[in-house]
């Protein structure tokens, strides 16, 4: 989960903060609604998914305005056009109050086969400060949302287990490729080479769509690639738990 401060709601953010520097103003961009949980899951089978906001704020109500997106952060409420239903749309938390959003999926024939990704989003809209020369910004929050077609009935998640892995590159630059072979995304916090002295870090943050392949660089290595040498990796699971993996590389082509 990322809060990102929303550029089109404040006009020139890095303007500003400037200007409250040189003049001493006081700022505020501290969420005060999270969103429980850090992704969320959506099996087409289920009539309704239920999505929970909290307050932590316990001295002041919030307004939220909530929209889901299509993979494409600049999408607002009005034109991100998604198969989806929220209740209530935008709402008045009050101080220490959890609001719970309704989700329900009106999509018809779209024929998914695996896993695809939209964005739940939330725009904290701040108070009105009574402090003199305050300057407060609207904070938006994104989260995963996986939504998984009636074709997945079923199914496990088992992209770590059977993602491939293979050298690309056997000579400088050295390079290696991840295929995600399952119908699921797979979120990896952390990528590591073992199998040198010093683990090598591939990757800090990376997501790999279904049947995606994304390729590695592999700095610092100063021996040639062998059969020692594993891939070692987290990745998170339904729930936002990190998972750890090691797997083989294969040297082939």
């Given at each position: ?31 005060a609604v999270v969103i429980e949980g850090t992704r969320i899951v959506y099996n087409e089978s289920q009539r309704e998914v239920n999505v929970k906001l909290g307050n932590v704020d316990e001295k002041v109500g919030t307004l939220v305005q909530i929209w889901i997106d299509e993979d494409n952060i600049d999408a607002t409420a009005s034109s991100s056009g998604v198969p989806f ?169």
């Amino acid at each position: 989960m990322r809060n990102v401060e929303i550029g089109k709601y404040i006009p020139t953010i890095a303007r500003a903060i400037c200007a409250a520097a040189a003049f001493s103003f006081a700022l505020s961009s501290q969420a005060a609604v999270v969103i429980e949980g850090t992704r969320i899951v959506y099996n087409e089978s289920q009539r309704e998914v239920n999505v929970k906001l909290g307050n932590v704020d316990e001295k002041v109500g919030t307004l939220v305005q909530i929209w889901i997106d299509e993979d494409n952060i600049d999408a607002t409420a009005s034109s991100s056009g998604v198969p989806f239903i929220l209740n209530p749309p935008l709402a008045k938390i009050g101080p220490g109050k959890k609001q719970q959003v309704r989700m329900v999926y009106i999509g018809e024939n779209e024929n998914l086969k695996q896993e695809k990704l939209y964005w739940f989003n939330m725009l904290e809209v701040p108070p009105k400060s009574n402090e003199p020369s305050s300057l407060s910004f609207a904070v938006r929050t994104r989260v995963k949302l996986f939504f998984r077609p009636k074709a997945m009935s079923g199914m496990v998640p088992n992209a770590p287990e059977t993602t491939v892995w293979r050298w690309t590159s056997t000579k400088e630059p050295f390079e290696i490729e991840a295929h995600n072979t399952s119908l699921f995304h797979m979120s990896m916090p952390s990528v590591f080479l073992e199998g040198p002295p010093t683990p090598i870090e591939l990757s800090r943050g990376t997501m790999i769509a279904p049947n995606e392949r994304v390729k590695f660089k592999v700095e610092g290595l100063t021996t040639p690639p062998d059969s020692a040498m594993k891939i070692r990796h987290s990745s998170l699971n339904d729930f936002g738990a990190e998972m750890f993996f090691t797997k083989t590389i294969s040297l082939s082509k």
